[in-house]
């Protein structure tokens, strides 16, 4: 009985440990921050942009938010990866000028991939939105790669 005790006990750590590593090594899920709302215009001119840029395989949805750039990224912080972006505030950075607004920016991989380029899964985090208009709101990317 000690035998089977022992060796049904060695299963589950050995499952808990592999069920850690792939949490570890393929990243976090992707979660909709909560109360963000799909933004269908900002997600067709990212679409249309895509298309326009040859990236048939991207493909970008727009979802937005009132609450704080930081709120947000604390909630990405803690179920994907940060990409550090040259010329991106990132989460503690100071944001880059654009006209007259003051934008933050940071990214995160969902997949476990080593950057944006090799990522099939990832969110950029920006505030404020830019598109045909400038927005106070936070945006969220997310921009899946299709093969």
Same mark, same amino acid.
């Given at each position: 009985?000690? @035998?089977?005790?022992? !060796?049904?006990?060695?299963?589950?750590?050995? +499952?808990? %440990?592999?069920?850690?590593?792939?949490?570890?090594?393929?990243?976090?899920?992707? =979660?909709?921050?909560?109360?963000? =709302?799909? /933004?269908?215009?900002?997600?067709?001119?990212?679409?249309?942009?895509?298309?326009?840029? =040859? +990236?048939?395989?991207?493909?970008?949805? $727009?979802?937005?938010?009132?609450?704080?750039?930081?709120?947000?990224? !604390? %909630?990405?912080?803690?179920?994907?990866?940060? %990409?550090?972006?040259?010329?991106?505030? #990132?989460?503690?950075? &100071?944001? &880059?000028?654009?006209?007259?607004? /003051?934008?933050?920016?940071?990214?995160?991989? %969902?997949?476990?991939? &080593? /950057?944006?380029? #090799?990522? =099939?899964?990832? $969110? @950029?985090?920006?505030?404020?939105?830019?598109?045909?208009? $400038?927005?106070?709101?936070?945006?969220?990317?997310?921009?899946?790669?299709?093969?």
């Amino acid at each position: 009985m000690a @035998k089977i005790k022992k !060796s049904t006990s060695r299963s589950i750590v050995g +499952m808990a %440990f592999l069920v850690l590593w792939a949490a570890v090594v393929f990243g976090g899920e992707w =979660k909709l921050y909560p109360g963000a =709302k799909l /933004d269908e215009p900002a997600t067709q001119e990212s679409r249309d942009a895509a298309a326009a840029a =040859k +990236m048939a395989h991207v493909r970008p949805t $727009v979802y937005t938010t009132p609450d704080s750039f930081a709120q947000v990224c !604390s %909630f990405y912080q803690n179920i994907a990866t940060e %990409f550090p972006q040259p010329h991106a505030s #990132g989460t503690t950075g &100071k944001p &880059k000028k654009y006209e007259t607004y /003051d934008l933050y920016e940071a990214y995160f991989i %969902f997949d476990g991939a &080593k /950057d944006l380029a #090799g990522s =099939k899964l990832w $969110v @950029k985090v920006q505030r404020p939105l830019i598109g045909e208009d $400038v927005r106070d709101v936070t945006a969220i990317v997310l921009t899946e790669k299709k093969p």
